[in-house]
């Protein structure tokens, strides 16, 4: 599986960013799908996660409120919406693909992992 995420960029704390990964090369519909984030100087976190069908969802409570993972499998992309963004969401944000169709909080339960986008907020 290829994955290829955008979306990030610099906004403004209290902002909005939509995330968008793009997959290819098996078939999207029947994997979970991740989103991750590693700060400067931090380790790589769970973010969001969704099934294969789209019927269930995972949020972080780091960001349980503000963020929303959706998927759209005939067009094989899964999308992280960032909503009231706060200094503190910066990070490199990476979407990754479950080798089961249900999806996980754990980077272990990951094989594949696009290269990431940079989001900034700005104070």
């Known amino acids: 599986v290829q994955l290829q995420a955008s979306g990030g960029g610099l906004v403004q704390a209290g902002g909005s960013l939509r995330l968008s990964c793009a997959a290819s090369?098996?078939?999207?519909?029947?994997?979970?799908m991740g989103w991750f984030r590693q700060a400067p100087g931090k380790d790589r976190e769970f973010v969001a996660t969704i099934n294969s069908s789209g019927s269930r969802t995972s949020i972080s409570d780091s960001v349980k409120g503000r963020f929303t993972i959706s998927r759209d499998n005939p067009k094989n992309t899964v999308d992280l919406q960032m909503n009231t963004l706060k200094p503190e969401n910066t990070a490199v944000y990476y979407c990754?693909?479950?080798?089961?169709?249900?999806?996980?909080?754990?980077?272990?339960?990951?094989?594949?992992w696009g290269q990431g986008t940079l989001v900034t907020v700005s104070s």
């Open positions: 090369g098996r078939t999207f519909s029947n994997l979970g």
């Open positions: 990754a693909a479950d080798r089961t169709p249900w999806g996980s909080s754990k980077e272990s339960e990951y094989d594949y």
